[in-house]
């Protein structure tokens, strides 16, 4: 006789299995971020590279930069499952839908979200950013590139069915993106001024913890509206 | 034969064909009346209804483009029906369909490994179940490797993973070579032998062997 | 089953609707034409101009009402949404994609007359003021709807998922517009509060005309834009050939 997983191992399984996959396809997985790096070092070549006028910009362009290199990644979220029926699989299971989204967002977050964390000082430096205010831009990260996953998440779920579901994929997410990046570009500007930035950080904090307790059921149902 | 009948503890003077309404544990595993799907506002097939229990083979046939993959899908529940009920037993169901579900960057072993984590893990093991789809030979190489026979066996090789007793299979037999089939065909008896059953969609050609089966027909668009 | 899901899957059949929005139509336009005849004529001719901006500031009849609008519909179309999703019925997801296009165009107009007014008040036509900000995230948000919608082949699944797209824009909305707001009072000295001020009866008289004309533009529009999406989707059902049948003798 065999026994049903229970949804925490079922969770785990795909989460040890997603690592594995972007392990195997770590080019692609790079991809992103030299993205991110790209687009980040043409400012300096389109602005001039005055370090004043670099550091006073400095927040929003990085910013601005892990929006678009987490968008790019996001197209790449549910299509390989949706397109081999693996996710068909996924929804059938019997395991929550939304449990199943959660671990796909997690490592989506892993492999894209936190290597900007880990790049962001590297990129700091290039912008001119003062040192003091580079623990503000490492802890607004931390604390936002979770959300772009989650939030983006969304609409990867609701593009996937799409042919070409990338380009309009960007244009679903940006505007949801607004609040972060004001929030979080704000808070490192406030550290650079020499500000307080506490109240900003809190409100980041909040946002993350509303948009993981929202934003898996909406992807969920996406997803599976997107299996019809 | 009757090996498996001793070893999975049936009664041999009881023993009644598996397909026979008196079998032990006889139950409804699933059931649907006046079922369709409507896409752009017109049914995809005229509306079906009946229900498989334990020990029936069904088949769903039909032409190109007249729901039978559609059909499936609704009985595995990815799809909601337009119209009708559809009611499910609780003897769980597997659902082998057009898309195989695995992953080209995975090796034959991983493939069939995550699928044992995240379904449930049966008493087979995976070096057993790998052998008994045929797959021993290139169970470590990726399934982008794979021929697309081989790759079906590789999805098929679910169905050994849970016991799960309705096993939902969308042209099981395309793909596979003379051996596949025989190796389908096996171990679909033994699953309907040990009280399971089968809904599995075919456009005709290929047909199992040697089993009896009830065949639905479908046919496209509204109810004449 | 109770009287409110009796009445939803009464407005719910499309030859019902049909008929019904057909015989209100003509009384929603009248309406709207009253009060547009009505609201312009207090507006543009009766009221003072004001004491600071002068003329200009009578382009406020149509963009307070229209930005009103904007963000009304929006939410109208996550409620139709939400009543799509849950309960599957077809007339709220059809009314819901019809308001789209309809939300957009009001939310363009706000941008193009806030953009106008600002000329006169800012010397400039494009400011980053929190309130013409929110309204261009708005503007996006509506175009998200509208492009998902198209992007899908089939009606009901693009109704489905602009749904629950629109419903995910809704939770966003306020966030967007506080932090907006936020962001605006930090990086420029706020310009322009006649909104916190008394504003004298003359003036709002018009301006309170005018928001109702425009939603009853909107309900008539709404109905129109229903009414050809239902013929459209059901061109091969009966009661569509019965109509366009009766229609043409």
Redesign the interface.
Known sequence: ?????GAS??F???V??DL??AF??RSEMMQPLLFLLVVVSLFPLGVGPSPDLLGSIAPGVIWIAALLATVLSLDTLFR?DF????L??????G?PVTVIALAKIMVHWLVAGLPIVLLSPLLALWMNLPMDALDVLVITLLLGTPVLSLVGS?GGA??V??K??GQ?LS??V???Y??LL??AA?AVSAAVAGLPYSGQLGLMGA?LIAALT?APF?TA??LK???? | MDQFRLHHGMDLLQAKPYHSPEFINFKCMISVSDLTLERYFEPVFQPVSFSISTGDLVLLTGDNGCGKTTLIRILAGVLAPSEGRIEWGDDGMIYVGHMLAVKDDLTVTENINFMRQFLGHSETSTAEIVERVGLRRVCEQTARTLSAGQRKRCALARLLLTDAKLWLLDEPYSNLDKHGMIMLDGILERHLRDGGACAMATHGSLRPEGFEYREIGMVSGAAS | MNRFMLFIHKTGSPPWFYNFSGKLLPWTWGVFLVLLVAGLYLGLVKAPPDYLQGESARIMYIHVPSAYMSMMIYALMAVMGVIGLVWHVRMAEIMMISSAPIGAIFTAIALATGSLWGRPTWGTYWVWDARLTSELVLLFLYLGVIGLYAAYDEPRKAARAAALLALVGVVNLPIIHYSVTWWNTLHQPPSLTSEGSAIHPSMLVPLLIMVVAWKFFYISNLLVRTRLRLIEQDQRKRWVHHILSGADR
Do not use: C, W, Y
């Not at chain 1, 006789?1 to 997983?5: A, I, K, L, V």
């Not at chain 1, 397109?83 to 693996?86: Q, V």
């Open positions: 006789m065999s026994h049903r997983t191992k079922a785990l399984a795909l040890r299995r594995l996959l195997r396809r390989s397109e081999d029926g693996t068909e699989q996924f929804a059938i299971s395991h969304i609701l593009t069915s799409l070409r579901g309009l244009l679903l940006f505007p949801l607004v609040p004001i929030i704000n946002g929202l909406a149902a996406a509206l997107s299996l019809e």
